[in-house]
C-alpha cells in the first residue's frame, strides 16, 4: 500500500461520503475515447461542476491529460475528484474502435458513415481518426457495402500492471460478464501485484449486451462480490442499461432506471449506480425516494459540449483558457448533474 496523502485522504472521503448519501455522480469519458485535448478540458469541467469521479481509459496519455484537466480543476477551485481507470476482463464493446480502408470507398457514396457518428470521428478522405473513435458502433451497421468493421482494443490482465502502478488512480472498474468469473478474480489478481491504493472496485455490467435475465446478472455479480471480499476491496455495482446510448433521448434512460428496479433486491451489498443509456431524462424515470446511490454520464456529458470543446480547439486554445467558452460549459455542466447533488443529498 502506499501512503496516502491527505489531499487524498479528503478526496477519499469526500467520494466516500457521496456514496453513502446518495449523491455520487461519475463523469465517463470513454473506455476507448484518446481525445486528449477533449479529456483533459471535459475533467476540469465535470470536476468544478461537482462530479466525485471521472473514469478514463487506460492509456498513459489519456491519464496524463485527465491528470491535467484535474490538477488544474484543483488549483484554480480546490476540487478533487477520483480518477477512475476502465479495464476489461474480455471482450467488451467499451473497448472497440471501428476501421474502414477510404480508399475503396465509392466517390458518390453519401457518406451516411459520417453522418451518423457523434464523435465526429470519420473524415471525408482519411477514414476514421483513431482517437475520436470512442467504439459507439453505430457506423458499422450504416455502411452499405459493409466496409466497416470492430477492432477489439481491450488490454489482457498481464499488460496493465504496469500502467496501474506508474498512474496510481484512486479507483478501478473492470467490465465484465456472465460466464467471466475467473477472468474477473485473474484481473483483480493482477491489480493488487501493484501496489496501489484503491478506494473502490467497480464492476460494471448489463442485461441487454448480453441477454441476461436480472436472476441471472445478480448471481454473476455475487460471484464477483465474493472474488472482491476476498482481496478486501470495496465495489461500486455500475449497472450498464444500454451502453454507449446516453445522447440518444428518452428510451435509453429508461433502460438504465429499468435495471435498477430490477436488480435492487437480488444485488450484493455496495452502492448501484446507473450507468449506460443514463442522461437528463433519467432523473424523470424515478418515481421512489429511495433511488440508486449514484449515477454516471458519459455520452450526453461530452455531447453538451462538444461545440464548445470544438470552438475551443478551433480557436488554439482550451475551454481552461477562454472564459466565455468556460462559462457556457461549466453552465451545461451543471444543468445536468446538479439534479443528482441536490435530490440524493437532501435525503
Ligand atoms: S460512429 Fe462510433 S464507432 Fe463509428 S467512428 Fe464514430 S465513434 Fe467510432
Ligand atoms: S458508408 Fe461505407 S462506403 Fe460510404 S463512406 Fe462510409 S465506409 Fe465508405
Not at 504496469?162 to 493482477?190: C, D, M, Y
Not at 450484493?268 to 440508486?292: E, F, K, S, V, W
Not at 460549459?329 to 441536490?342: M, N, V
Request: some cysteine; aromatic content about 6%.
Amino acid at each position: 500500500m502506499i501512503s496516502i496523502s491527505s489531499a487524498k485522504q479528503q478526496a477519499t472521503i469526500n467520494g466516500e461520503l457521496a456514496l453513502a448519501r446518495g449523491s455520487w455522480v461519475k463523469l465517463i469519458c470513454g473506455a476507448s475515447n484518446q481525445d486528449l485535448a477533449s479529456i483533459a478540458d471535459l475533467c476540469a469541467v465535470y470536476a468544478v461542476a461537482g462530479v466525485q469521479c471521472v473514469d478514463v481509459a487506460a492509456d498513459i496519455a489519456v491519464v496524463n491529460a485527465a491528470r491535467q484537466g484535474l490538477d488544474w480543476a484543483k488549483s484554480k477551485h480546490g476540487v478533487q475528484p477520483w480518477l477512475m481507470i476502465s479495464l476489461s476482463d474480455g471482450k467488451d464493446i467499451h473497448f472497440r474502435k471501428a476501421w474502414f480502408n477510404p480508399e475503396i470507398c465509392p466517390q458518390d457514396c453519401s457518406r451516411p458513415c459520417q453522418k451518423i457518428c457523434p464523435a465526429k470521428a470519420i473524415s471525408t478522405n482519411k477514414g476514421i481518426k483513431e482517437n475520436l473513435c470512442y467504439g459507439c458502433g453505430r457506423c458499422i451497421p450504416i455502411c452499405p457495402l459493409g466496409l466497416i468493421k470492430e477492432v477489439d482494443k481491450h488490454i489482457e490482465a498481464k499488460e496493465f500492471g504496469t500502467l496501474v502502478s506508474h498512474v496510481k488512480p484512486e479507483a478501478i472498474e473492470i467490465h465484465t460478464a456472465p460466464g467471466r468469473a475467473q477472468a474477473f478474480k485473474q484481473t483483480v489478481g493482477e491489480l493488487t501485484k501493484t501496489n496501489t491504493n484503491i478506494i473502490r472496485m467497480a464492476v460494471s455490467c448489463g442485461l441487454e449486451e448480453h441477454s441476461l435475465s436480472p436472476e441471472t446478472l445478480a448471481k454473476e455479480l455475487w460471484q464477483r462480490f465474493n472474488c472482491l471480499k476476498e482481496y478486501g476491496l470495496k465495489p461500486i455495482w455500475q449497472l450498464d442499461g444500454r451502453p454507449m446510448s446516453g445522447d440518444l433521448g428518452s428510451n435509453p434512460a429508461k433502460a438504465s432506471v429499468n435495471l435498477w428496479q430490477q436488480i435492487r433486491h437480488w444485488a450484493p451489498p455496495g452502492p448501484l449506480q446507473l450507468a449506460g443509456g443514463t442522461n437528463g431524462y433519467t432523473i424523470n424515470h424515478l418515481n421512489d425516494r429511495y433511488g440508486p446511490e449514484g449515477i454516471a454520464f458519459g455520452g450526453i456529458a461530452r455531447r453538451l459540449l462538444q461545440p464548445l470543446l470544438l470552438e475551443a480547439q478551433q480557436r488554439n486554445i482550451s475551454l481552461r483558457e477562454w472564459p466565455q467558452g468556460w462559462d457556457s460549459a461549466l453552465t451545461k455542466a451543471k444543468q445536468l448533474i446538479s439534479p443528482w447533488l441536490i435530490r440524493r443529498a437532501n435525503h
